[in-house]
C-alpha cells in the first residue's frame, strides 16, 4: 500500500496521511443556525475526547447545488463564516467549508483552515488555483463525473500554484439516473497520486435528484465506512445531526451522532490494523 504525504491542518494541530490515525471531518451538511452549529460542534468535541481522534469540524455556508429553488441553502458567507470562527475559538476545532467562486476564496481562506472544492465544480480551473495560491489545505471532492485516473489533472492544477497541502475525496461514482456506487478501487489509486485519501462516507449514499431533493439510503453507511477503513483511509467525511431533530439539507443520507459514536470505534480500530502494515 503506498503512503501518503501527511498533510498539516490548522498549522500542525493535525495530520492527515502517512502513518498518522485517521482523521474525521465531520459536521451539519448546512449551516442552519448559530445554535444547531455550536450543539453539533460541541458534541463532536466530546466524541473527539472519548474516541480520542482528531476531528474537522465541517459545516456549508452556501449550497449553492441545491435540486430546487425552493430548497434551504443556507445563511450566507458572511454570516457563516462568523458562525465557524466561533467553532473554532470555542472548542478548538479546526473548520472546513465549501467556496464556489473564486471571489469567495480570500475571505474564507481568512477563517477556514480547509478549503474544500465541492465535487461538481472539482474541474473548474479558476476556483482550484485561487484556492490553492492560499497555501491552506485544500480538500477537493471527485466529482460524480469523473474516474479517478481523472483527478491527476486536477492535482496538478493545484501544484501549479505551488501548494501541494491537497487532500482528495471519493464520494461515489454516477451509476445510471439517481444513484451512486463505491468503486474500492478509487482508494488505491486515488493515492498513488501521493496525497490524503478521504472517504465521504454520507454522501457516498445519496440517490441524487428524482425530485426537488435528493434521498438516500443511510443505513448502508456503516458497511462502507467499515470497507473504507479496511481500505486505508486517511479520513472519513461525514454529515451528521443532533438526535431528534430532522436536518433541513441531506436529511435522508446524513447520519445521527449518537450512531456515529457507536461506529466510529470500528473504524479506528480497523484503520489502526491497516496502517501497521504500511
Not at 457563516?80 to 472548542?91: A, H, N, P, S
Not at 454522501?203 to 458497511?223: K, M, N, T
Not at 479496511?230 to 431528534?244: I, K, L, N, P, Q
Request: hydrophobic share 40%; charged share 25%.
Amino acid at each position: 500500500m503506498d503512503r501518503s504525504k501527511t498533510i498539516p491542518v490548522a498549522g500542525g494541530k493535525v495530520h492527515i496521511g502517512g502513518k498518522a490515525p485517521a482523521v474525521l471531518i465531520a459536521g451539519p451538511c448546512v449551516i442552519e443556525s448559530e445554535e444547531q452549529t455550536l450543539g453539533i460542534a460541541g458534541a463532536l468535541k466530546k466524541i473527539s475526547m472519548d474516541c480520542q481522534v482528531d476531528i474537522i469540524f465541517k459545516a456549508s455556508f452556501d449550497k449553492a447545488n441545491r435540486t430546487s429553488l425552493q430548497s434551504f441553502r443556507g445563511i450566507g458567507m458572511e454570516k457563516g463564516l462568523d458562525i465557524l470562527r466561533e467553532v473554532r475559538k470555542r472548542y478548538d476545532l479546526p473548520v472546513l467549508s465549501d467556496v464556489h467562486e473564486p471571489g469567495q476564496v480570500e475571505k474564507c481562506a481568512a477563517v477556514l483552515d480547509v478549503i474544500q472544492i465541492p465535487a461538481l465544480l472539482c474541474r473548474q480551473t479558476d476556483l482550484l488555483t485561487e484556492a490553492g495560491a492560499t497555501g491552506k489545505a485544500i480538500n477537493v471532492k471527485k466529482g460524480q463525473f469523473l474516474s479517478p485516473w481523472d483527478m491527476a489533472y486536477v492535482v496538478e492544477k493545484i501544484v501549479k500554484t505551488g501548494n501541494e497541502h491537497i487532500l482528495l475525496t471519493e464520494r461515489g461514482t454516477s451509476f445510471g439516473y439517481g444513484n451512486l456506487v463505491v468503486d474500492f478501487r478509487s482508494f488505491s489509486i486515488l493515492r498513488t497520486f501521493g496525497f490524503p485519501v478521504i472517504f465521504d462516507v454520507t454522501h457516498s449514499v445519496q440517490l441524487p435528484g428524482g425530485g426537488r431533493s435528493s434521498r438516500g439510503e443511510a443505513d448502508f453507511i456503516p458497511d462502507l465506512a467499515r470497507a473504507a477503513a479496511a481500505s486505508g483511509v486517511d479520513a472519513f467525511f461525514m454529515e451528521v445531526y443532533r438526535d431528534g431533530t430532522t436536518p433541513l439539507c441531506d436529511a435522508d443520507n446524513s447520519y445521527t451522532l449518537s450512531a456515529l459514536a457507536t461506529l466510529l470505534p470500528d473504524l479506528l480500530h480497523i484503520g489502526s490494523l491497516i496502517r501497521k502494515t504500511r
